[in-house]
């Protein structure tokens, strides 16, 4: 069992940066890939980012690719997501994931663990 809580969401104006945190139980945490979805209301629920459980291969959705990054530190059982450039369109719920392999990471039907989910709004 993965216990999983996101945090650092909140207001931003369009053109800022916020970075989210993903804090992990277990000390298994080095030992699963990670990723990031969001949902906006009335949408699908959307890849983010994705990173793999040493940190070496990291993915992104078409949409937030070279304004996000995603990254761990394994000692401290967490994952970031630090989100720049923001815009208005990428206000949403976003959701930290975790799974054991690194198998379809920008598939959210691929992940075992959830957490709650943190707002993030942009505003124009």
């Known amino acids: 069992q993965v216990q999983l809580v996101e945090s650092g969401g909140g207001l931003v104006q369009a053109g800022g940066s916020l970075r989210l945190s993903c804090a992990a139980s277990?000390?298994?945490?080095?030992?699963?890939?990670m990723g990031w979805f969001r949902q906006a209301p009335g949408k699908e629920r959307e890849f983010v980012a994705a990173i793999s459980a040493s940190g070496s291969t990291t993915d992104y959705g078409d949409s937030v690719k070279g304004r996000f990054t995603i990254s761990r530190d394994n000692a401290k059982n967490t994952v970031y997501l630090q989100m720049s450039s923001l815009k208005p369109e990428d206000t949403a719920v976003h959701f930290c994931a975790a799974k054991a392999t690194w198998t379809s990471p920008a598939a959210a039907s691929a992940y075992s663990y959830w957490g709650q989910g943190t707002q993030v709004t942009v505003s124009s």
């Open positions: 277990g000390r298994t945490f080095s030992s699963y890939h």
